[in-house]
């Protein structure tokens, strides 16, 4: 398949802007970019998809979703109280369509790479297997866990530990690239991190940890756990980065691992210490729009947040270079309905991120070679019935929740 006429945006750490370009993909990875005359001569029998000169760039990476958070949307649940009640009132069928539901809004804001944390208390054998079949549906990457959290009992905790272990190693035996297990723990408090980090590295063997930091804690408090944190194979991956200590930030930070935040104000202080990905959380699974005067640093910040840190996490775990548009990278990339009147190249990119490319209609979606939106359209499920089903099942949902 040759995608062209198209505005390229190569992503990674110093992106370029090809203007006039195409892009071909063979299977699930991109082959060539050239001018579309070019690869139509050299590959005339290849399909061509039509970009009308729209913006290709890569997919987004959502580094810290809660998928099956999206039925109780704009229903205000705030205290850590009010989310188990409603976690715990999901059953296996909710859990399938509220997934859904949430993958279709992310690939309609260009979102092609997602990685969940799960909490379900009432089917916690069945709740990893409903992601992962939402997420072959929609056609979009995933990775996720089963949260074990401070607050579970000792016997919660490992069993929500088995299943994570127990899925993750099914899907490498399956051979699902696209979907991936991983270990899950949800810290309150700075000496319950040690706690459920050792019990969890007990059982993790090669896989990635998300650590959730649903900490009520403020950027001066003491860290003093540095040299006590176990160690990984792979990077883990902290959620929440705002509400963490500056030490424990320094600390992750050291390790090599990522870290996510989700806050706007929090957000910009701290991307002036470390490198920040961004996560949604319980929020629309859509990247954030910069807001206020542009400033040539924070937009530089924002541009690494979007197409740089949470790549670099993915491709560690998915075993490819997310996040950039090159021969040999995979096919996951998204068309852009944006059509600049001024000057629109590297030396600008950050500007229109920052001021307009953000707020383009997403046309098109691709993942690994796949096209799962055309010219607006979801191809890969119905989504009128993936929202009438979600309305249905938050509706029971909120009468068991009361």
């Not at 009147?341 to 953000?358: I, K, P, V």
Request: glycine share 10%; proline share 4%.
């Amino acid at each position: 398949m040759i995608v062209g006429p198209c505005t390229v945006v190569t992503g990674g750490p110093e992106p370029l802007v090809y203007d006039n370009a195409a892009v071909r993909v063979v299977g699930s990875h991109i082959a060539n970019i050239s001018t579309l005359g070019d690869l139509a001569a050299a590959y005339p029998d290849e399909t061509l998809w039509p970009a009308r000169g729209r913006v290709l760039m890569p997919g987004f990476v959502n580094t810290h979703a809660h998928l099956a958070r999206h039925l109780a949307r704009g229903l205000g649940l705030r205290t850590s109280a009010e989310w188990r009640r409603y976690d715990r009132a999901l059953s296996a069928e909710d859990v399938a369509w509220a997934v859904q539901a949430a993958l279709v809004e992310g690939v309609r804001h260009g979102v092609t790479t997602v990685v969940d944390f799960h909490r379900s208390g009432a089917c916690l054998d069945l709740s990893l297997t409903e992601v992962i079949t939402a997420a072959e549906k929609v056609g979009v990457r995933v990775a996720t866990c089963y949260g074990a959290a401070e607050d579970d009992t000792p016997l919660e905790r490992r069993a929500a530990i088995d299943e994570c272990v127990g899925f993750a190693r099914d899907l490498e035996r399956t051979g699902r690239g696209r979907l991936r297990g991983m270990l899950g723990v949800q810290a309150t408090t700075l000496q319950g991190i040690e706690t459920l980090l050792a019990e969890a590295m007990e059982s993790a063997g090669g896989l990635a940890v998300h650590v959730d930091l649903a900490l009520d804690l403020t950027p001066a408090e003491r860290w003093g756990g540095k040299q006590s944190l176990p160690a990984t194979r792979l990077p883990a991956l902290w959620a929440h980065a705002e509400c963490a200590p500056r030490g424990l930030v320094g600390a992750v930070r050291d390790r090599g691992d990522a870290l996510c935040a989700t806050g706007t104000g929090s957000v910009a202080a701290l991307v002036r210490e470390t490198e920040i990905a961004w996560g949604s959380d319980d929020g629309a699974n859509a990247p954030p729009v910069p807001d206020g005067a542009y400033q040539p640093s924070m937009a530089d910040a924002h541009y690494r947040r979007l197409f740089v840190n949470g790549a670099r996490w993915a491709s560690d775990h998915f075993g490819e270079e997310l996040g950039q548009i090159k021969p040999g990278a995979p096919a996951d990339f998204i068309l852009l309905d944006y059509h600049a009147a001024t000057e629109f190249s590297s030396r600008t990119l950050n500007a229109h991120l920052w001021s307009g490319l953000l707020r383009a209609p997403v046309a098109g979606v691709v993942v690994a070679g796949n096209v799962v939106m055309d010219n607006g359209v979801l191809v890969s499920v119905d989504e009128r019935k993936v929202f009438a089903r979600a309305q249905e099942c938050a509706a029971r949902v909120w009468k068991r929740v009361g």
